[in-house]
């Protein structure tokens, strides 16, 4: 079993940090999409989450780059749009449908002073707004399907992931609009100062209030994911679970993910202030990055039935048959 081992961890230190980045910045970039268009649904004044929408593009961009990336060649990926049955597939055209779709709305908010000649194709927009819906709450599901659907590590193969890495999402993109609202190019659309102000005040305290009801969703979430893992019958992922809860990653979890990353900045959006503004979403990022390390990282494999036995029977490398045979001479 130590020769499946070694292998596993040489192969984890290559692979870990580009699929946990891609998981994050492309649930971060659905959900500022899914968010930033439901707001728009509501309010019609997207130009104050416009920025973000533009950042929700670069994320999605560098998450493809990093999926390319850990695939290996270039080449590789290609040939997935070719499979009619691979996952991945579906996950490619949905960061590309969406990168299209968010690129487009945010047009439709440049400065008036530009005078853009496709400023009055107003159903372009409206069409964008809808398929930033559709594609980001896809593109939030699918990372956690993504992991969810290998059977062969049980610790991901449950229902509870996609539901856990959705709600995680949302909570970070919201986070991230509430500190990007009213930046540029917002401010040119609404010359008076005290209205413009009026309105980024209120979708940043709809952003918070959101964000604390998320908050809350995702710590019960995520406790009965890790707590049912625990009680599961299946002894890998409950191996797994006992780690989070009381083993190695015991401290990440209790007091970076759960704590840090979930409890501090709730109680800092209760409080409000500078505190709830910058700090608190700042965390809430910062536990959503841990979130998707944590998890990737615990990739532990069922083994197959009789693989422990195979690999018990081979050498360990100093048997005295293996030793070369030196001449007496």
């Known amino acids: ?34 968010a930033a268009g439901v707001m728009e649904l509501l309010f019609h004044q997207g130009y ?6 533009l950042a929700a593009v670069v994320f999605l961009g560098v998450g493809s780059f990093l999926l390319v990336f850990e ?63 559709i594609f980001g709450l896809g593109i939030m599901v699918y990372t956690g399907v993504l992991l969810s659907t290998m059977k062969s590590k049980p610790f991901w193969n449950t229902p509870a992931l996609p539901v856990l890495f959705t709600v995680s999402a949302l909570s970070t993109a919201t986070a991230f609009l509430a500190m990007s609202a009213g930046i540029w190019p917002a401010a040119t659309f609404v010359p008076v100062f005290e209205l413009f102000n009026h309105q980024v005040t209120h979708h940043v305290e709809i952003l918070h209030l959101c964000d604390r009801v998320l908050i809350i969703a995702e710590i019960v979430i995520l406790l009965v994911y890790v707590i049912g893992t625990y009680a599961s019958g ?27 990353g979930l409890i ?16 608190a979403p700042v965390l809430v990022l910062a536990g959503g990055v841990l979130l998707r390390f944590m998890v990737v990282y615990s990739d532990k494999r069922r083994p197959i039935p009789g693989e422990e036995r195979f690999y018990a029977r081979l050498p360990k490398g100093d048997e005295d048959f293996l030793k070369p045979w030196k001449a007496p001479y």
Request: hydrophobic share 60%; glycine share 10%; proline share 3%.
């Open 71 to 133: 695939l290996g060649q270039p080449t590789v990926f290609l040939r997935v749009f070719l499979s009619g049955t691979a996952i991945i597939k579906y996950g490619a055209c949905l960061l590309i449908l969406a990168m299209v779709a968010g690129l487009l709305w945010f047009l439709f908010y440049l400065p008036p002073d530009w005078n853009l000649f496709w400023y009055g194709w107003t159903w372009i927009r409206e069409v964008c707004m809808v398929c930033m819906i």
């Open 48 to 53: 104050v989450l416009a920025l973000g929408v």
């Open 234 to 260: 299946n002894t890998t992922a409950k191996a797994v679970a006992k780690e989070w809860i009381s083993g190695s990653k015991a401290v990440l979890f209790w007091a970076g993910m759960l704590c840090i």
């Open 264 to 279: 501090v900045p709730f109680l800092l959006y209760q409080m409000g202030g500078a505190a709830g503004a910058f700090v």
């Open 1 to 34: 079993m130590s020769h499946a081992m070694d292998n596993n961890k040489l192969e984890k230190h290559y692979w870990i940090w580009p699929i946990a980045w891609y998981l994050f910045l492309g649930g971060l970039g659905g959900g500022i999409l899914f």
